[in-house]
C-alpha cells in the first residue's frame, strides 16, 4: 500500500522516541499467518517427527505461526519430551496469541533442565496471572523474565502493576524508578509511574510524571492523551487543548485526539488512559510492542514485537490501538486476510473503526476482491462524504487498479477537501496527475505534477515523472533531462529511476549513455521485465544483437503484462525495425516508478 493515513503514523508516535535506541539484534520467532489446517484431532498432519518438523520449519520460514504450531504440537503428540519442539511450539502458539497454550507449554519447559530458564515463558505466565489478579505469582514469574534491554524493561513495566494491584502503589513506583538503563526508558518509567500515581489518586505526583515524559517527546500519542487528559481533569482545560491541538497541527486528523478536542470544546474533561491494572499492564505491552513492530518490520525480521501485541490484546481483547499495531503488522507482511481479520475485530464504538473500515477495504483490494473494496469505501463516503482518508483511498484503489478515467475526479474530490494544500498534501496532486497523464490528458496532468512540485520542491519521484513525460513528448528536453538527473542523484540506487535516465537518453539517441545506465538499472532490478526489455532495445540499436535477443527473452520469461508480452515475442522474432526510432510505447518502469511514490 502506497499511502500511508495520517491516523496510522500518529499511532506510532506514542514510542517514536525509542525507536532509534532498541537494541537491533531482537529474538526472531515465528509469526502468525493463516488459520491452522484443519488436521483430524489426534493424529499427525503427517508421517512423522522429521516430517512434521520439516513441515513446520517451512511454515516457520512462510511466517505462518498457525500451521508452525499445528506441525510442532502434532510432532509434540509423537515425542513429547523434545525439548527443542516444545519450545518451538511454545513460540508459534504465542505469536498465534493462543496465550493459555503457551502458558502450558511454558510451563513444562520450565520443567525442562535445557529450558529451565526461558524467560518468555516467565513473561507469559506473568501475563496470564496478571489477568487472573494473581499478582503474588504475576511478580514472582515477571522477576525471572527479565533479561536485556527491553525484556528488562517490559517485566519491570508489568511487576510495577502488579504491585499496583496488590494495593502497593509505593512499592510499584519505586520498583519502576530504581530500574537502571538506556536513556529511552526514561518516557515508559514515567508515562506508567504516572499512569499509577493517577489511579490511586496522587493527582500532584502524577502530573508532575506525565508532564515530564510529555517535555522528552510532545508528539508520542499516549504520552499526549496522559497528559492532556490529566490537565483537563484538574482545571487546566485550555492548556489541555493546547497540547491536544499542537499534536494534531503536527498529524493530522488522528481520530482520537479530534475527539478529544471535540470533548474539550464542550467544557468536558478526558477519561484516564487506564482505569484498571489489566489496562494499565496491557498499555505497557503495546507500547512496546508497537515501537518494536515498527522497527522489525522495517528490518524485515519476524519480531519480539507481534508477541507483546498478542499479549496486549489477551488482557485486553478490545483494545483498539493495539488492534491497529497488529494489523499494520501483518500489511507489512503481506497477510492481507490477517489484517481483515484484525481490523474486523476494532469495537463498533470506537473512533479507530471508520479507519479500521478503511484499512479493510484496501485489504480487499490486495486479496483482488477490488468490486468488494470499491464498494465499501463508496458506502463510507456517502456515510461521510468529507471523510479526505476515505476519498483518498478510493482514489488510490482506483488508480492501483489502472481505472485512469475515473481516479481524477476522486482525487479532486479529495483536494477540494483540502483548503490550504500543503507539502503533506503533494501526493494528491501527484497520483492525479498520474491519473490525467495515463488517460491521456497531458495539459492537466502537467498542472498538477507542477503543482505536487511546488508542494514538494526536489521530490525524485516528481522529478522523475514530469522530466521523462517531458522528453517521451520531445518537449522542454533539456529541462526534462534536469530534473531526471537530479531524480537520479537523490535515488542513485531506484533502479526505476535511473532505468528512467537511462530510456531518456535512448529517447534521445544517445546510445552510449543509454547503456550505461540502462545496465546499471538492471543491476538494481534483475527481475523487472520492462528494464531488461528496455537494455534489449538499446543493445539492438547498437548492434549487439545476441546480447538484445538474450534480454528480450529474459524479459519474455519474467511475465510482463499482456500487451508488453506480445510485443517483446514480436521483437524477438523480426528484432527493431531498422527505420524505427526509440518507441515511445514501452514506458511502464517510467510509469511504475511514478506509481510508487
Not at 504475576?138 to 502493576?161: C, E, F, M, N, Y
Not at 481520530?255 to 467544557?267: D, H, N, Q
Not at 545496465?519 to 548492434?543: C, F, Q, S
Not at 508488453?564 to 527505420?579: M, N, S, V
Request: aromatic share 8%; glycine share 6%.
Amino acid at each position: 500500500m502506497v499511502f500511508k493515513f495520517s491516523f496510522r503514523a500518529a499511532a506510532v508516535a506514542a514510542v517514536a522516541v525509542v525507536f532509534a535506541a532498541l537494541p537491533g539484534a531482537l529474538s526472531a520467532q515465528t509469526v502468525m499467518s493463516h488459520p491452522p489446517l484443519p488436521w483430524p484431532q489426534g493424529t499427525a498432519p503427517l508421517g512423522g517427527v522429521a516430517g512434521n518438523y520439516l513441515a513446520a520449519r517451512q511454515a516457520d520460514a512462510r511466517r505462518d505461526a498457525a500451521s508452525a504450531a499445528t506441525y510442532f504440537r502434532s510432532a509434540l503428540k509423537i515425542e513429547p519430551n523434545n525439548p527443542e519442539l516444545l519450545e518451538r511450539a511454545f513460540y508459534a502458539v504465542l505469536a498465534n496469541g493462543e496465550i493459555d497454550e503457551a502458558a502450558k507449554l511454558g510451563k513444562r519447559l520450565l520443567r525442562m533442565e535445557r529450558t529451565a530458564r526461558n524467560p518468555n515463558a516467565r513473561l507469559v505466565l506473568g501475563v496470564q496471572a496478571l489477568k487472573r489478579k494473581q499478582y503474588r505469582t504475576a511478580r514472582s514469574q515477571l522477576k525471572r523474565a527479565a533479561r536485556g534491554p527491553v525484556a528488562d524493561l517490559i517485566a519491570t513495566l508489568l511487576a510495577g502493576w502488579a504491585l499496583n494491584g496488590a494495593k502497593n502503589t509505593k512499592g510499584a513506583i519505586a520498583l519502576i524508578d530504581e530500574l537502571p538503563g538506556p536513556e529511552w526508558y526514561a518516557i515508559f518509567k514515567d508515562l506508567h509511574a504516572g499512569l499509577i500515581l493517577d489511579l490511586a489518586g496522587r493527582r500532584k505526583e502524577a502530573g508532575a510524571r506525565f508532564e515530564r515524559a510529555y517535555s522528552v517527546d510532545s508528539s508520542a500519542l499516549r504520552v499526549v492523551q496522559a497528559y492532556g487528559g490529566w490537565l483537563s481533569r484538574n482545571g487546566r482545560r485550555d492548556e489541555a487543548l493546547e497540547v491536544f491541538e499542537k499534536f494534531d497541527a503536527a498529524l493530522p486528523r488522528h481520530p482520537l485526539v479530534r475527539k478529544a478536542i471535540a470533548t474539550l470544546k464542550k467544557g468536558r474533561s478526558l477519561p484516564r488512559l487506564v482505569r484498571n491494572t489489566s489496562s494499565g499492564a496491557a498499555e505497557a505491552l503495546y507500547g512496546l510492542g508497537a515501537a518494536l513492530a515498527r522497527r522489525e518490520e522495517q528490518l524485515s525480521l519476524s519480531n519480539r514485537g507481534l508477541a507483546y501485541l498478542q499479549l496486549a490484546l489477551y488482557l485486553q481483547p478490545k483494545r483498539a490501538l493495539a488492534l491497529l499495531s497488529l494489523a499494520d503488522l501483518y500489511e507489512a507482511m503481506k497477510k492481507p486476510q490477517l489484517a481483515i481479520d484484525v481490523y474486523s475485530r476494532m469495537p463498533k464504538k470506537s473512533s479507530l473503526r471508520r479507519n479500521a473500515e478503511i484499512q479493510m477495504a484496501l485489504n480487499l483490494d490486495s486479496l483482488d476482491r477490488s468490486d468488494e473494496a470499491r464498494k465499501k469505501l463508496e458506502k463510507l463516503i456517502a456515510q461521510n462524504p468529507d471523510d479526505l482518508d476515505a476519498v483518498l483511498a478510493l482514489g488510490n484503489v482506483l488508480r492501483e487498479r489502472k481505472r485512469y478515467s475515473e481516479c481524477p475526479q476522486v482525487y479532486g474530490q479529495a483536494i477540494d477537501l483540502i483548503e490550504a494544500p500543503t507539502k503533506a498534501n503533494w501526493t494528491v496532486f501527484y497520483f492525479r496527475g498520474i491519473c490525467y497523464e495515463r488517460a491521456k490528458q497531458w495539459d492537466k496532468a502537467e498542472v498538477d505534477l507542477k503543482k505536487a512540485l511546488e508542494l514538494y520542491p526536489e521530490q525524485p519521484h516528481v522529478l522523475n515523472y514530469l522530466g521523462y513525460s517531458w522528453i517521451d513528448q520531445g518537449v522542454n528536453l533539456d529541462e526534462g533531462m534536469r530534473l531526471i538527473r537530479r531524480a537520479v542523484e537523490q535515488r542513485p540506487d531506484d533502479g526505476y529511476i535511473v532505468d528512467s535516465l537511462g530510456w531518456a537518453y535512448y529517447r534521445l539517441g544517445d546510445y552510449e549513455k543509454a547503456i550505461k545506465h540502462l545496465e546499471r538499472a538492471v543491476e538494481l532490478k534483475p527481475m523487472d521485465p520492462t528494464i531488461n526489455d528496455h537494455l534489449g532495445d538499446v543493445y539492438w540499436k547498437v548492434g549487439r544483437r545476441l546480447e538484445a535477443k538474450f534480454q528480450w527473452t529474459h524479459a519474455r520469461d519474467l511475465k510482463p503484462e499482456p500487451e508488453d508480452l506480445a510485443k517483446i515475442e514480436a521483437k524477438l522474432e523480426r528484432g527493431l525495425a531498422e527505420d524505427t526510432g526509440p518507441s515511445a510505447a514501452n514506458s511502464e518502469t517510467q510509469k511504475r516508478a511514478g506509481n510508487g511514490g
